[in-house]
């Protein structure tokens, strides 16, 4: 189906544009602001669950607000702003705490202990109980 105003002349006086004109000129528009948003935005990927919770948000901001529009980037970056300038201790320790790996810590300890050549004790104890060797202490006799 073809658009009747392409070709027509909108406007008033002899500086008035075409449909098509001004169909090019808001194209033109929208690549410069394109660009322009290219260069100040970073792209991340979320959870579906995080983005089911931030359109419910969205709807909710959105509902009832007549002088303007929050879209999902806009409320995504909002909300990471605002909580990175109020992050405190607690907050931190709570992502930890939901982030642990025991593996990685498992790696950790291996890695610091093989630079410093020393075993935490909690981890020795382990190990000799593991081993079935508790209550055994190795000496070694001094070199003579």
């Known amino acids: 189906m073809e658009d009747k105003n392409i070709g027509k002349k909108t406007g008033t006086g002899s500086g008035a ?10 194209e033109t528009e929208d690549r410069g ?9 970073a792209k991340i990927t979320i959870t579906k669950e995080a983005e089911s919770q931030l359109t419910e948000l969205m709807k909710k901001v959105n509902d009832g607000f007549t002088s303007g529009r929050v879209n999902r980037q806009d409320l995504a970056s909002w909300l990471l702003l ?10 931190v320790e709570n992502i930890r705490a939901e982030h642990f790996d ?3 810590m498992f790696e ?15 981890l020795q104890g382990f190990l000799k109980q593991h081993l ?7 000496t070694r006799k001094p070199l003579t």
């Not at 602001?33 to 935005?41: D, F, P, R, V």
């Not at 079935?132 to 190795?138: I, Q």
Request: glycine share 6%; hydrophobic share 20%.
């Open 132 to 138: 079935g060797s508790a209550g055994r202490t190795k």
């Open 82 to 91: 605002k909580s990175c300038d109020e992050a405190d201790t607690a907050l």
């Open 33 to 41: 602001t394109e660009k322009k948003k290219n260069e100040e935005i």
């Open 17 to 26: 544009e075409t449909e098509e004109e001004k169909k090019k000129r808001e």
């Open 102 to 104: 025991e593996i990685m």
């Open 108 to 122: 950790a300890l291996l890695k610091k202990s093989k630079e410093t050549g020393v075993l935490p004790p909690e």
